[in-house]
């Protein structure tokens, strides 16, 4: 007997201390308010069931035994309700089933109050002796099925959660099984059919089940984040623990040192349970910021897929019109159907070059995907540098002309050229898309002067280069723009008179990185003019 004493006194302290925490850290938490009621519902039915044991009071033993059944009610039903909800807070639980539930739990606790649950106590030499009422098998059916359904629930759970969640609601469900099977054969079954209620008062040890396995996945797997509660739990034991020394002492000497050493324990305790809370915050906004990026990023993503996929579908159904246009506007310049008027020929052009620049900017936005995707396909082979730059130079005389630029090629012939061949191996059409953009790009941003394009080959310590340049009078480059000019979209605010898209750059960037070169500007400032670099290897 003093043995299941100590342990009820223990199980008792336990839930206490446990319930103490949570109704001090988590009272707005409706899992933990439903998991405090469990602990003082348990409490109720120890305190209970040890009145009965020390009690030989027949009207002070049947209120024990009808406040133990009060207690056990209330297990069954906020259990029910706990594991509902547990271990997420967004579980919907309808109105019906709490009707349901409240409704059963306060005609019990009528039953318990009145004499149909428990009809009277009987003291005996050896004890208390319990005599069933009327509704009593009600009140077993009431129990078993409540906490019976609970653990169906948890099992269904089990399948449908997993990482931490899982494990929490694993050793939940082993502990509450224990203490149901234990609780149920001792406080119930046996008792009514042997009508030997005594054997009732070993109920309450299978609370230690619960409250063992409940632990264990607190500490363990973080239920109610409790490593502030295991925290807490500690600095409550040493004050206890010190407190006891204190009460015990014979000296006043020693009473003074250990008031001493409580009052330095329970402000350091006070501390440290402020630290650890501090760190447990932080560490959940951590990690529910981590959760929001992990989202955003998710959302990123998706929004990229529906960028590309945006892009070239826009990209090719705009090209392919604009394609016709250009062909029918060049066709009506060139007089195909006849001749035009001065002014209409002048339209039917300007049509022509902003087909063109709509089709360019069309390129320029599928470079931009393919690049973005890495999917920028090239195909080297052997060319001639110079024969690709005089093309591109003769392309584009005709718009210096118009400008009335001084428009000029030079090859730099070295003791390694001899003749004009500069063979490299690259990607022909995109090198030329390079060299295009660089002396179209001069032109445009040059109103008056010249435009200089220049091809030269280099042996230095054996390590063989060509170096294209375009140089310009035109409007120069601010030098805190320099270092973004390759950017997307970048663009010097006193170019954006000029129609551009700002990605010509990058991409041609892009495409001399890929051919394992170097691309970059030079500029005094502006209205000194600018000068462009490409060097690659051979």
């Known amino acids: 007997m003093k043995l299941q004493f ?3 006194i223990i199980v008792l302290l336990v839930n206490f201390i446990i319930g103490l925490i949570v109704l001090i850290r988590d009272r707005k938490d409706i899992i933990a308010r439903f998991f405090l009621l469990i602990i003082f519902s ?70 318990a109050i009145s004499n149909l649950l428990v009809k009277k106590v009987e003291i005996f030499s050896w004890g208390v002796n319990i005599v069933p009422g009327l509704f009593y098998p009600f009140f077993m059916v009431y129990f078993i099925g409540f906490m019976t359904t609970s653990l169906l629930i948890l099992i269904k759970k089990l399948y449908l959660e997993n990482g931490i969640e899982r494990l929490q609601i694993f050793y939940l469900f082993i502990g509450v099984m224990l203490a149901t099977i234990g609780s149920s054969l001792t406080n119930l079954i046996i008792p009514y ?152 020929k002048e339209t039917a052009e300007n049509i022509e070059k902003a087909a063109n620049r709509l089709i360019r900017l069309v390129e320029d936005f599928l470079d931009l995907r393919r690049i973005e995707e890495g999917r920028m396909e090239y195909e080297f082979k052997e060319i001639n540098l110079v024969d690709l730059v005089k093309s591109v130079f003769e392309e584009l005389k005709l718009l210096a002309e118009q400008k009335k630029l001084k428009f000029d090629l030079e090859i730099k012939k070295s003791r390694n050229l001899e003749t004009e061949k500069i063979m490299i191996k690259a990607d022909e059409q995109r090198l030329r898309q390079v060299i295009m953009n660089l002396i179209e790009n001069s032109i445009k941003y040059t109103q008056s002067g010249f435009v200089k394009v220049e091809c030269q080959m280099s042996d230095v310590k054996g390590q063989k280069s060509v170096l294209f340049s375009v140089s310009d009078s035109g409007m120069g480059i601010k ?41 970059w500007a030079e500029s005094e400032g502006e209205g000194k003019g600018s000068r462009f670099y490409v060097k690659l290897r051979f």
């Open 479 to 519: 030098k805190e723009i320099l270092p973004e000019l390759f950017e997307q979209f970048k663009r010097a605010k006193e170019t954006r008179v000029i129609q551009g898209t700002g990605l010509g750059l990058y991409v041609a960037r892009e495409i001399v990185k890929a051919h394992g070169g170097e691309i």
């Open 6 to 8: 100590i342990f009820l």
């Open 42 to 111: 348990i409490i109720l039915w120890i305190i209970s069931n040890l009145l009965l044991d020390f009690i030989r009071n027949p009207f002070i033993g049947l209120f024990a035994a009808k406040s133990a059944y009060i207690g056990a009610i209330l297990i069954a039903s906020s259990f029910l309700y706990f594991v509902l909800i547990f271990p997420k807070k967004d579980y919907r639980v309808s109105k019906k089933l709490k009707a349901f539930i409240l409704l059963c739990t306060l005609i019990f606790i009528l039953f």
């Open 193 to 344: 059919f042997t009508g030997d209620f005594s054997i009732s008062t070993y109920g309450p040890l299978f609370a230690l089940f619960f409250v063992g396995f409940t632990a264990f996945a607190i500490l363990k797997h973080n239920l109610f984040n409790i490593k502030v509660i295991a925290t807490e739990l500690l600095t409550f034991a040493i004050w206890i623990a010190v407190l006891f020394e204190l009460l015990v002492a014979d000296t006043w000497k020693e009473r003074f040192f250990e008031g001493g050493l409580l009052l330095f324990v329970i402000v350091f305790g006070i501390l440290l349970i402020k630290s650890v809370l501090k760190e447990v915050h932080q560490r959940e906004e951590m990690e529910k910021l981590s959760k929001e990026l992990k989202v955003i990023n998710e959302k990123m993503v998706e929004m990229d897929k529906m960028k590309a996929g945006m892009y070239s579908f826009v990209s090719h159904q705009i090209k392919a019109p604009m394609g016709i246009v250009k062909g029918f506007a060049e066709l009506l310049a060139q007089n195909a159907y006849g001749k035009l008027p001065k002014k209409a």
